[in-house]
């Protein structure tokens, strides 16, 4: 369904979901760019299970309008994702808000995207719900390739994500030869014959345009929600561990924050490696507290990986906020010990540099509880 003259006028929402690590928030950053370069307002709307968020930082340092909705995903915090809107509206009046759902959700179109058209529809042009992949994650997932997973349960979700996806967007394309491309867009044709396949890198832009075109010109299609069994849901999210730390970061000659992110991913990394423990997201950032807004953001995606910096700093750092977003199927209290061994030992190793803990929480998602839940939308 394209859109006509006659619906221009109603602000889009666009979803944007995917399993941890995906490289959702990288996406959202640059549609977000793209449609402020055609001369439209966007809002952002991000969401965790706990507080203090990366992609929060990461995304205001952009310059762009942004809500966080924290203490639980989109279909337990309805309410708070429709007032996020409200607010946004309020103050910038976005011609299109991108939604950026938590990493382990799952069910958004019965718990999101069918109550905003049933009770909201005259207000949202509502775009096809799409799911972001990593590819060499899928590769593992799928048995095409060897590698590190997660248990079945924590899978479930994953492969429920795809199974209601509108849209499945094969991201990272840049990391794949063309035999395993090809070997995936086979997999997702035989398995998801629903969703269309876009394939893309947010990194170095390629496939952005076609996937950006789509979910700014089509319309969610009515369907019948996808079965989901809650147990399997909820037993899959409680097998993660959730680690939200803050820490106020201070060094009279001024560090290298680059370097310090980078060891203390390291140090992580290999912790949880010798503990066997399958990583779904490392994030941190490092916000000094004078500048422009410019921000250090390094990512680690998978236990075999090298955590990456897709922004830095380019000046020493001497006053500063870091946050440290992790989520992993591990205990929450050895996520907890890990991060925290790791801090002390960077702030140990490096002279004059002191770290200190403003807020920690760490924990294991509880049973999703959605606010609405409707198998079919409304009718149009």
Partial sequence: MNLTDTTKRK???????????????????????????????????????????????????RGFATEEISGGCFCCRFNSLTDAAQKLTDETRPDVFVAEPVGSCTDLVATVTYPLRRIYGGNFLI????????????????????????SDKVL??????????????????????????????????????????????????SGLAEWFHHIQTELQQASAAVPLDYDIYAEGEALLGWLNCTLELSSGEGIDANAAL?????????????????????????????????????NLVRNDYIAE??????????????????????????????????????????????????????????RPNPTHRLLTPAHE
């Fill in 11 to 61: 602000p889009r929402y666009i979803m944007i979901g995917g399993f941890l690590g995906a490289g959702k928030t990288t996406a959202v950053a640059a549609l977000a760019k793209h449609l402020s370069e055609q001369g439209l307002r966007v809002g952002l709307i991000t969401n965790d299970q706990g507080t203090n968020l990366v992609d929060t930082a990461m995304l205001r340092s």
């Fill in 127 to 150: 775009a096809p719900l799409s799911v972001l992949v990593d590819p060499i994650r899928a590769l593992r997932i799928f048995g095409v390739e060897q590698g590190g997973k997660f």
């Fill in 156 to 205: 479930y979700i994953f492969r429920k994500q795809l199974a209601e996806a509108d849209v499945i967007v094969l991201n990272k394309t840049d990391l794949l030869t063309a035999e395993q491309s090809a070997q995936l867009e086979a997999v997702f044709a035989r398995e998801f014959p629903q969703a269309t396949l876009f394939k893309t890198s947010a990194r170095d832009g």
């Fill in 262 to 298: 980078k060891e203390i991913a390291k140090l992580i990394q290999c912790e949880l490696g010798r503990h066997a423990v399958e990583i779904g997201h490392l994030k941190m950032t490092v916000s000094p507290d004078v500048g422009f807004g410019d921000v250090a953001v390094i």
């Fill in 309 to 366: 910096l897709s922004q830095s700093l380019e000046e020493p750092v001497h006053r500063a906020q870091m946050i440290i977003n992790l989520r992993a199927e591990a205990s929450p209290e050895l996520l907890r010990d890990t991060v925290l061994k790791a801090v002390t030992d960077v702030q140990n190793e490096t002279p004059g540099l002191k770290l200190v803990v403003d807020h920690l929480e760490h924990f294991r998602p509880g």
